[in-house]
């Protein structure tokens, strides 16, 4: 039994180290290869030709050819599928603003905006109309195929009005508001 919990111990902390190794902040970091290994996001202090301070992109390993790029001013969170299947990117574009999309890396690097998707799959009276501050931020990995994400921000002119709240994106291409545990 003692050899049994060791075994799990050790598996449980691999586990956690291989959720770690699967997000990163840039910038802070120089890269983050997919969990599959075939793709890596790999930061770029000056985009090339633009005024923007930062770029990622993503590479395909085999050819080592740039399939998707992101040129943003403040800083961009990524978080790997526990398959390497997609790649959610939440970008900081401004103090009222996040915005988030998937990448699909094996679908010639798709790009699915996530605020485009919700309001598709929901309607525009998902969300409050024109926030003040909104934040489209990805959480987690439910499984290889959905995302948890996280929608909040505040409304309101003379009084500030809070919202927050959690959704699921299927690599389907669907958007539902999450169930809560």
């Known amino acids: 039994m003692q050899h049994f919990r060791i075994w799990m111990l050790g598996a449980l902390l691999i586990s ?21 290994g075939s793709f890596v996001i790999r930061y770029l202090d000056q985009a ?31 978080l790997w599928s526990p398959t390497g299947r997609a790649l959610a990117v939440t970008d900081w574009a401004g103090s009222n603003l996040a915005d988030l999309v998937v990448i699909l890396p094996a ?17 525009e009276a998902a969300l409050p109309k024109e926030p003040n501050h909104i934040y489209f931020e990805a959480k987690r ?16 002119v003379n009084s500030r009005q809070e919202f927050d709240q959690t959704f699921e994106y299927t690599l389907d291409g669907k958007v539902r508001r999450a169930k809560t545990p």
């Open 141 to 156: 990995w439910r499984s290889a195929d959905v995302l948890e994400f996280r929608v909040w921000g505040d409304v309101g």
């Open 16 to 36: 956690a180290a291989a959720l770690e190794a699967s997000s990163a902040t840039f910038p802070g970091v120089t890269e983050l290869g997919s969990p599959d």
């Open 107 to 123: 679908d010639a690097c798709r790009r699915v905006s996530l605020p485009e998707e919700l309001a598709s799959s929901l309607g």
């Open 48 to 78: 090339p030709g633009t005024q923007e301070s930062h770029e990622v992109r993503l590479i395909d390993r085999r050819t080592g050819r740039s399939c998707w790029a992101l040129t943003f001013e403040r800083s961009v969170d990524v």
